[in-house]
């Protein structure tokens, strides 16, 4: 049973650095083709895609967000920790973690999140 | 990077009608995109990948289908349960895989 949990501060002034933590269970991120992606949705919003982190410890970002993120993982703790730099008001959003399935049909081969935490409401707010 | 529009972004329909709901991408995404489900105040549930695969569990009236840069995800018929926000998200080559802007489906 895979299960993932977002934790953090619930509010954050503006300029502030934003630390979350997905801790999870049911998979190790050390097995290959394995991830762990943020995603974010701000109230009444679409979801919006951040950023991922694989088993081989690749990265990827959104381009848009960038210079602001980092992802990184704790293998030993079956952590991954987003931070995201410069917070402003519209920033103001529910953070998600998700598990990153991979999968190949015919042997082509894709991605989806099929495991997501409950998420995180994060306020920025001075 | 990849844009993704859904259609309609809202829908009104009742309970045992047949739903469409429209994905196109901004270039061609082979059949690489999923589909999720969204419950107010919930995280989204994982419905669909490669265009037509039903994650396991999910009931057969969702179906998928679509290559290149239209698809669709229809809902034989609905479900009181069914009513909820749909997202599409590309998943083709490397991230970021962005979503759709979702679709909200409403009791009428």
């Known amino acids: 049973q895979i299960t993932l949990k977002e934790s953090g501060p619930t509010m954050v002034k503006p300029t502030q650095t934003l630390t979350l933590t997905c801790t999870f269970s049911?998979?190790?991120?050390?097995?290959?083709?394995?991830?762990v992606a943020w995603i974010r949705q701000p109230p009444g919003k679409a979801l919006e895609w951040l950023t991922l982190?694989?088993?081989?410890?690749?990265?990827r970002y959104s381009p848009s967000l960038k210079t602001r993120l980092t992802i990184t993982k704790d293998t030993s703790k079956n952590q991954v920790v987003l931070t995201m730099t410069n917070m402003t008001l519209v920033d103001t959003a529910t953070y998600y973690c998700a598990h990153h399935l991979p999968y190949c049909i015919n042997g082509v081969c894709s991605s989806a999140l099929d495991y997501w935490g409950q998420g995180t409401l994060v306020t920025v707010s001075s | 990077d990849i844009q993704m529009t859904q259609s309609p972004s809202s829908l009104s329909a009742s309970v045992g009608d047949r739903v469409t709901i429209t994905c196109r991408a901004s270039q061609s995404i082979a059949r690489f995109i999923n589909w999720y489900q969204q419950k107010p105040g919930k995280p989204p549930k994982f419905l669909i990948y490669a265009a037509s695969n039903l994650q396991t569990g999910v009931p057969s009236r969702f179906s998928g289908s679509g290559s290149g840069t239209d698809f669709t995800l229809t809902i034989s018929s609905l479900q009181p349960e069914d009513f909820a926000t749909y997202y599409c998200?590309?998943?083709?080559?490397?991230?970021?895989?962005?979503f759709g802007q979702g679709t909200k489906l409403e009791i009428k």
């Open positions: 998200q590309e998943s083709y080559t490397s991230p970021p895989y962005t």
């Open positions: 982190i694989y088993w081989d410890d690749d990265k």
């Open positions: 049911g998979f190790s991120l050390t097995s290959s083709g394995v991830g």
